[in-house]
T-cell receptor, first 113, second 114 residues
Framework: DAGVIQSPRHEVTEMGQEVTLRCKPISGHDYLFWYRQTMMRGLELLIYFNNNVPIDDSGMPEDRFSAKMPNASFSTLKIQPSEPRDSAVYFC???????????FGPGTRLTVL | GQQVMQIPQYQHVQEGEDFTTYCNSS?????IQWYKQRPGGHPVFLIQLVKSGEVKKQKRLTFQFGEAKKNSSLHITATQTTDVGTYFCAAHNAGGTSYGKLTFGQGTILTVHP
């Protein structure tokens, strides 16, 4: 298996632009998680899905952030409009069962100028 | 919500010295997981502890879960330069509407000087 796939790996954009991050979980994994990592705040859970349904989005910073999972093999995290404080590494992770190991993707390093 | 506190934030050691990082919670944990993140990489699962007082070993790494299931530790014997990275503990919400949510500690950044 190829593992969790994320794209793009790096994104540089200007303040106010829309940013879309993409994730393909490991096949057969029912849970998908989006995390954000910064030096100041560490690794934060933004939202997670079970069988494509959002379960907990309490970590989503504000209305500028939205996430979707239209099918079992694809999820997006969108920021519109982006701000410099959104600069971070965004990780997607998946797991086959709740309370199990989480498998992280390589991350997307986002820089908002 | 559930919180796990991890100390120290940073640890610098000479190659060959031992290293320990600690994770503490004010509430009883259903389990504890440990992850390692190499510089520029992504978190990679190391181990999961479930039972009270559990001790597991992986070569030079020893993981412990406290008797009260409120704390855990990771100990590395005779560090090597390949041990460099950030070590995270993480705990699951075992009930409620956020069942399955994993909360990460702040991590301990380990630097090993050759």
């Amino acid at each position: 298996d190829a593992g969790v796939i994320q794209s793009p790996r790096h994104e540089v954009t200007e303040m106010g632009q829309e940013v879309t991050l993409r994730c393909k979980p490991i096949s057969g994994h029912d849970y998908l998680f989006w995390y954000r990592q910064t030096m100041m705040r560490g690794l934060e859970l933004l939202i997670y899905f079970n069988n494509n349904v959002p379960i907990d989005d309490s970590g989503m910073p504000e209305d500028r952030f939205s996430a979707k999972m239209p099918n079992a093999s694809f999820s997006t995290l969108k920021i519109q409009p982006s701000e410099p404080r959104d600069s971070a590494v965004y990780f997607c992770a998946s797991t086959p069962r709740v309370l199990n190991t989480q498998y992280f993707g390589p991350g997307t390093r986002l820089t908002v100028l | 919500g559930q919180q796990v506190m991890q100390i120290p934030q940073y640890q610098h050691v000479q190659e060959g010295e031992d290293f320990t990082t600690y994770c503490n919670s004010s509430t009883t944990l259903s389990n504890i997981q440990w992850y390692k993140q190499r510089p520029g990489g992504h978190p990679v699962f190391l181990i999961q502890l479930v039972k009270s007082g559990e001790v597991k070993k992986q070569k030079r790494l020893t993981f412990q879960f406290g008797e009260a299931k409120k704390n855990s530790s990771l100990h590395i014997t005779a560090t090597q330069t390949t041990d460099v990275g950030t070590y995270f503990c993480a705990a699951h919400n075992a009930g409620g509407t956020s069942y399955g949510k994993l909360t990460f500690g702040q991590g301990t950044i380990l630097t090993v000087h050759p």
